[in-house]
């Protein structure tokens, strides 16, 4: 006959416990993400389910600030808006797929075009306030205030 103490059964699982941790990457629920969870949900609701599914994909509260300032940098420059995908496996039409690359080729060409009139226009505008500020301080010392 088989005896179980209290020893084996509490060692068996712990065991377990700890097997199932090790599986599982979501398993970081330390004090500090508990407390940005928390908080976040008391200042405002989405934010605590979006700290709450952060944590839920195994990943530290502490790291989102930093993953959202280098979304939010990717966005802004441009880096997510990949237009030089390959159309290979967009369609069995390589003349259809030829004339999407066209389409996109001409796109980005577009694109930087308006870069570089914007960039010039603003180079205009600081060359006319400079001119405009030249002409009002050679009034004000001609007239000896």
Same mark, same amino acid.
């Given at each position: 006959?088989? +005896?179980?103490?209290?020893?084996?059964?509490?060692?068996?699982?712990?065991?377990?416990?700890?097997?199932?941790?090790?599986?599982?990457?979501?398993?970081?629920?330390?004090?500090?993400? @508990?407390?940005?969870? =928390?908080?976040?949900?008391?200042?405002?609701? /989405? =934010?605590?389910?979006? @700290?709450?599914?952060? @944590?839920?994909?195994?990943?530290?509260? =502490?790291?989102? /600030? +930093?993953?959202?300032? &280098?979304?939010? =940098?990717?966005?802004?420059?441009?880096?997510?808006?990949?237009?030089?995908?390959?159309?290979?496996?967009?369609?069995?039409?390589?003349?259809?797929?030829?004339?999407?690359?066209?389409?996109?080729?001409? @796109?980005?060409?577009?694109?930087?075009?308006?870069?570089?009139?914007?960039?010039?226009?603003?180079?205009?505008?600081?060359?006319?306030?400079?001119?405009?500020?030249? &002409?009002?301080?050679?009034?004000?010392?001609?007239?000896?205030?």
């Amino acid at each position: 006959m088989t +005896s179980w103490g209290s020893n084996d059964l509490g060692h068996s699982a712990r065991s377990k416990a700890s097997e199932y941790r090790r599986g599982r990457k979501s398993s970081n629920w330390s004090g500090i993400n @508990i407390a940005a969870m =928390v908080l976040g949900f008391v200042f405002f609701w /989405p =934010v605590g389910l979006l @700290i709450l599914f952060w @944590i839920l994909t195994g990943r530290n509260a =502490v790291d989102l /600030p +930093s993953a959202i300032k &280098a979304k939010w =940098v990717a966005l802004r420059s441009g880096a997510d808006m990949d237009l030089n995908f390959s159309f290979e496996s967009a369609s069995d039409n390589v003349v259809f797929n030829e004339y999407q690359q066209t389409q996109h080729d001409k @796109i980005r060409e577009i694109k930087h075009e308006i870069a570089e009139r914007s960039k010039r226009f603003n180079q205009w505008r600081a060359d006319a306030q400079r001119r405009v500020d030249e &002409a009002e301080f050679e009034a004000f010392m001609k007239d000896g205030y």
